[in-house]
């Protein structure tokens, strides 16, 4: 928890929110280095805050009924008169609306310590910036999803990531996502990358339509790896565009077909999400860009040479 002397010539933002998504980040500008860092989050995303500082530690309260105490972000202590000043991300940005939608929680466990892989979870990537994480990239797919309000969207309130030694990469079930310590542990290369992007892909899992269980896991899949893929997180080994067997064949392969169909009709995956809310039928392809899905997927291959 924070202290007199970590609250010494600090500059702290706490929530706020940005295209009227409520945010959970604690930002922290360094007057003697004139540096921002991140703070670890505040459990509730909240903005409109309200902060005040009692015996030496931060409190905030904002668009839900109870304060909280702040989490420290653990900086050095300094022998100077304590200067503190709180605002909120929505006054520093000028936002003048006051619709808000329903606060989502971020939260992640390593159950994995003492192993290989929870090691280097903790030393390479961490539970602060896995939280951020998941909250970015549910503020990405709804854009990517134009889902502008809550009513679009799936009613969740708390996502949970959870590492834990299994087998396989990852999986979601409901809003919990679970990645595996054993595959972090192996992984060679910038893992702090690549679990980022599998991260993307797991939170669209929460976020996205299935229509009712009857869409393709094939489009499922590759609906997720489209967000991987527009986020700027594919990785090298993923196919190429135009390579692949079958439009449904999931994952990189899907994702490449689908983000030439919405190069075609600029927002069809999201339109295509949408659709998928109340169930799904190959007819949507027809409905929204006038051909059969198969049509589609011979006019991708001849445009990549086959």
């Known amino acids: 928890?924070?202290?007199?002397?970590?609250?010494?010539?600090?500059?702290?933002?706490?929530?706020?929110?940005?295209?009227?998504?409520?945010?959970?980040?604690?930002?922290?500008?360094?007057?003697?280095t004139s540096q921002w860092s991140l703070g670890p989050p505040i459990s509730t995303a909240r903005e409109f805050s309200s902060t005040a500082v009692l015996t030496g530690q931060i409190y905030s309260s904002g668009?839900?009924?109870?304060?909280?105490?702040?989490?420290?972000?653990?900086?050095?202590a300094r022998k100077m008169a304590m200067f503190f000043l709180a605002l909120s991300l929505t006054t520093l940005l000028g936002t003048a609306s006051m619709q808000g939608t329903a606060a989502v929680t971020y939260q992640a466990r390593n159950n994995a310590g003492g192993t290989a892989g929870g090691t280097r979870f903790d030393n390479e990537i961490g539970l602060d910036y896995s939280t951020q994480v998941l909250s970015t990239a549910s503020s990405f797919i709804w854009t990517t999803f134009q889902q502008d309000d809550e009513a679009s969207r799936k009613n969740v309130q708390v996502i949970s990531l959870i590492?834990?030694?299994?087998?396989?990469?990852?999986?979601?079930?409901?809003?919990?996502?679970?990645?595996?310590?054993?595959?972090?542990?192996?992984?060679?290369g910038d893992?702090?990358?690549?679990?980022t992007g599998v991260l993307y892909h797991e939170v669209v899992h929460v976020w996205q339509w299935n229509g009712q269980g009857a869409a393709p896991g094939g489009l499922i899949e590759g609906i997720a790896d489209y967000v991987r893929l527009k986020a700027g997180f594919a990785p090298s080994h993923w196919v190429q565009p135009g390579q692949g067997d079958r439009w449904d064949q999931g994952y990189d392969v899907t994702a490449r077909f689908l983000d030439y169909l919405n190069g075609l009709k600029d927002g069809f995956v999201a339109l295509l999400n949408a659709k998928m809310k109340d169930g799904y039928s190959d007819q949507y392809f027809v409905d929204l860009l006038g051909k059969t899905v198969d049509q589609l997927w011979s006019d991708y291959k001849a445009q990549y040479g086959g």
């Open 1 to 32: 928890m924070a202290n007199p002397q970590d609250l010494s010539h600090a500059l702290y933002l706490l929530g706020g929110s940005l295209n009227v998504i409520p945010s959970s980040a604690i930002q922290v500008f360094d007057a003697t």
């Open 163 to 188: 590492i834990e030694n299994m087998d396989g990469v990852a999986y979601t079930s409901a809003d919990q996502i679970h990645v595996s310590a054993s595959y972090i542990a192996g992984y060679s």
């Open 63 to 76: 668009r839900c009924p109870r304060w909280e105490m702040v989490p420290s972000p653990k900086k050095p």
């Open 191 to 195: 893992v702090k990358t690549e679990i």
